[in-house]
T-cell receptor, first 114, second 114 residues
Framework: AQSVAQPEDQVNVAEGNPLTVKCTYS??????LFWYVQYPNRGLQFLLK??????LVKGSYGFEAEFNKSQTSFHLKKPSALVSDSALYFC????????????FGKGTRLSVIA | DSGVTQTPKHLITATGQRVTLRCSPR?????VYWYQQSLDQGLQFLIQ???????AKGNILERFSAQQFPDLHSELNLSSLELGDSALYFC?????????????FGPGTRLTVL
């Protein structure tokens, strides 16, 4: 079975500082990995995904994520946080092999303080 | 705006009642997914349809059912409602099923069961 862990319920960072939101996954085969963001009273918005190839993936709004197969991680990063980045972030995984649905982590609430 | 529409935005009903949630996918998307988001359970996958056929089932209760119509819109029917069914229900769509394509989420329907 596939699963995702987001070990931090809440991450606080000062505006202008780099931010990291952590994600680890478990799949039996190779993963497709995704990050989504949810603003208050809105649906989830796609940020970026890893399919294959370069381990560093660049996405929307200056976000990037690094795929690390040995550590089964896919941490979300941004070099300089903005107050407007404050939101709920979800990591998701699905196994490449087989018809399995996307599995989401519990989410991490990012708070960027001015 | 993701291009996925959901109606109604809010729904307030009583225990034991039945409701129908509606979703229209993005133009060209054949696959529709339903999710339930609650504070304690996070984002839970309920069911997926692809071009009118059920493709995958997740943690969907027997009291819940869904279908996808020839015009590709989908409906989620919730019956014999309980207080614990109060949640945000999201619909998402993607071009194809079981692929690396990202899902695009609607704004959600907030269901309150009193």
């Amino acid at each position: 079975a596939q699963s995702v862990a987001q070990p931090e319920d809440q991450v606080n960072v000062a505006e202008g500082n780099p931010l990291t939101v952590k994600c680890t996954y478990s799949v039996s085969g190779n993963p497709y990995l995704f990050w989504y963001v949810q603003y208050p009273n809105r649906g989830l918005q796609f940020l970026l995904k890893y399919i294959t190839g370069d381990n560093l993936v660049k996405g929307s709004y200056g976000f990037e994520a690094e795929f690390n197969k040995s550590q089964t991680s896919f941490h979300l990063k941004k070099p300089s946080a903005l107050v407007s980045d404050s939101a709920l972030y979800f990591c998701a995984v699905r196994d490449i092999a087989g018809n399995t649905p996307l599995v989401f982590g519990k989410g991490t609430r990012l708070s960027v303080i001015a | 705006d993701s291009g996925v529409t959901q109606t109604p935005k809010h729904l307030i009903t009583a225990t034991g009642q039945r409701v129908t949630l509606r979703c229209s996918p993005r133009s060209g998307d054949l696959s529709v997914y339903w999710y339930q988001q609650s504070l304690d359970q996070g984002l839970q996958f309920l069911i997926q349809y692809y071009n009118g056929e059920e493709r995958a089932k997740g943690n969907i209760l027997e009291r819940f059912s869904a279908q996808q119509f020839p015009d590709l819109h989908s409906e989620l029917n919730l019956s014999s409602l309980e207080l614990g069914d109060s949640a945000l229900y999201f619909c998402a769509s993607s071009v194809v099923a079981g692929s690396y394509n990202e899902q695009f989420f609607g704004p959600g329907t907030r269901l309150t069961v009193l």
